[in-house]
Nanobody, 115 residues
Framework: QVQLVESGGGLVQPGGSLRLSCAAS????????MGWYRQAPGKQRDLVAA???????NYADSVKGRFTISTDNAKNTMYLQMNSLKPEDTAVYYC?????????WGQGIQVTVSS
């Protein structure tokens, strides 16, 4: 079992920055892929960024050049640095981890970009 807890969301003005954190616990040693997803009201949950084995990264086209995904293995934590935020980035952001053929989700955290 893997437990995931997100933090760092909130309200920010357009053009601003936020850093989301996802702390993993439990059998976190078995995690191979971690990612951030987001879901806006009335829309499906979409992949924002993913990182494989702490190295290979993948980003949605809409966030390339603005968001950066990273991990700190010593802290069992994944981050999403979000810069140049836009109103369309407003959504609930979810942390996801894939470990031992199972997918785990955090509870989600709200990010609102508004003036």
């Amino acid at each position: 079992q893997v437990q995931l807890v997100e933090s760092g969301g909130g309200l920010v003005q357009p053009g601003g920055s936020l850093r989301l954190s996802c702390a993993a616990s439990g059998s976190s040693f078995s995690i191979t892929v971690m990612g951030w997803y987001r879901q806006a009201p009335g829309k499906q949950r979409d992949l924002v960024a993913a990182i494989v084995n702490g190295r290979t990264t993948n980003y949605a086209d809409s966030v390339k050049g603005r968001f950066t995904i990273s991990t700190d293995n010593a802290k069992n934590t994944m981050y999403l640095q979000m810069n140049s935020l836009k109103p369309e980035d407003t959504a609930v952001y979810y942390c996801n981890a894939y470990a031992a053929s199972r997918s785990y989700w955090g509870q989600g955290i709200q990010v609102t970009v508004s003036s």
